[in-house]
């Protein structure tokens, strides 16, 4: 999974709506569009500005198993 850090201005009536977000993409879609897409549904603003600031590799990795574990049923069987 790929994150992108990126920092947007978005114009309200009420002056702008500025900072930095991260967003975490699955797929080869462009990070810039869904960045944008993503500031705003944040701020409401139809006209944002956005600049990808730096592009992360995310790995998600098993550190340990607690007892809990034993407790989900890891099959659903049909009777």
């Known amino acids: 999974m790929d994150v992108y850090t990126y920092s947007y201005n978005c114009p309200l009536w009420y002056g702008n709506s500025t900072g930095i977000r991260n967003l975490y993409l699955e797929n080869e879609s462009d990070p810039k569009e869904a960045a944008r897409t993503d500031a705003q549904k944040l701020t409401g603003s139809q006209t944002c500005d956005v600049h990808i600031i730096q592009k992360f590799r995310l790995v998600v990795e098993h550190?340990?198993?607690?007892?809990?574990?034993a407790t989900i049923p890891m099959h659903k069987y049909k009777k």
């Open 63 to 69: 550190l340990e198993t607690y007892p809990a574990m």
